[in-house]
């Protein structure tokens, strides 16, 4: 489903700054993955993330999408094939215009464009299902701007139009890294129930290695641009965090530097 060949990404490439971000990381999902992604402050997980969405232009190898090369294409057109969550809950939406507008919005995405723009009864009666599933209230507040939400309510009201049309590929970067704990677990259990529910194919960027291990069928850990480790199956769910931090550094990794950040 994607595949990624061989990929790297330099900044600053010639400069006293020069940053190896990515260094021929190669990584194949399967439709229905869920893989998780760790590792500590500048290890290539965002760097990745942002280069299978077109963000950052690769400085070398490959990436697939349903076995179509994309590694040329803008950003704007692999936005057809993707859904994006940010760290940032004000990313993602559109501040000034309302919760319905907004999901109209993504739900409209990729399809052909008319000069008819109003919300339908039909479309508003679709948002306020999926809205009183997230159990937020935000069902009886269709007209509401979205600037005026609280960070969860609109990080989970990006993540519901980040799965409106069953994107091919969901790219969650650190999407609960801004909440407060209590927020980032609603969060979270919607994503996982969405991603269940809708069989999407997942690539999570996260710092909580408990999330990490917990999510998903697959993580890998990244360190110094490179996928340094990778687990799934069985192996996966029985393992707990002093694991992960052992199998880790047995691999040549060191967390010295950010065990505070890796929680």
């Known amino acids: 489903m994607l595949e ?50 077109g963000v950052f232009p690769a400085d070398g190898g ?5 076995q179509k090369d994309v590694t040329r294409l ?20 559109a501040s000034d215009m309302n919760i319905e507008e907004n999901l109209a919005l993504a739900y409209r995405r990729g399809k052909r464009r008319t000069l008819k723009w109003g919300v339908t009864g039909a479309e508003r009666a679709r948002y306020r299902d999926l809205l009183r599933e997230l159990d937020l209230g935000l069902e009886n507040r ?3 701007k979205v600037g005026l939400l609280s960070g969860g309510q609109r990080q989970a009201l990006t993540l519901l139009m980040a799965t409106l049309q069953a994107p091919r590929l969901l790219l969650l970067d650190e999407h609960t890294a801004a909440l407060d704990p209590k927020t980032a677990a609603k969060v979270l259990a919607l994503t996982q129930k969405l991603v269940e ?7 999570m960027v996260t710092h909580n290695m408990h999330d990490a291990i917990r999510l998903g069928n697959r993580l ?11 687990i799934a199956g069985q192996q996966k769910q029985s393992l707990h965090k002093a694991d992960l931090i052992a199998l880790f550094e047995k691999s040549g990794g060191s967390l010295e530097s950010d065990r505070m950040l890796l929680s």
């Open 4 to 53: 990624v060949q061989n990929l790297t990404k330099v900044f600053n490439r010639g400069t006293v700054n020069e940053k190896v971000a990515l260094s021929q990381v190669s990584l194949k999902l399967e439709a229905g993955d869920f893989v998780t992604v760790i590792g500590g402050n500048g290890a290539g997980k965002s760097t990745l993330l942002n280069s299978v969405a």
């Open 74 to 93: 803008s950003e704007h057109r692999r936005a057809q094939y993707l859904g994006r969550v940010f760290q940032d809950p004000m990313m993602g939406t």
């Open 62 to 66: 490959r990436i697939l999408l349903d």
């Open 197 to 203: 529910e809708n069989h999407l194919t997942t690539l």
């Open 142 to 144: 269709l007209t509401d």
């Open 220 to 230: 890998i850990m990244m360190n110094e641009g490179k996928i340094a480790l990778e």
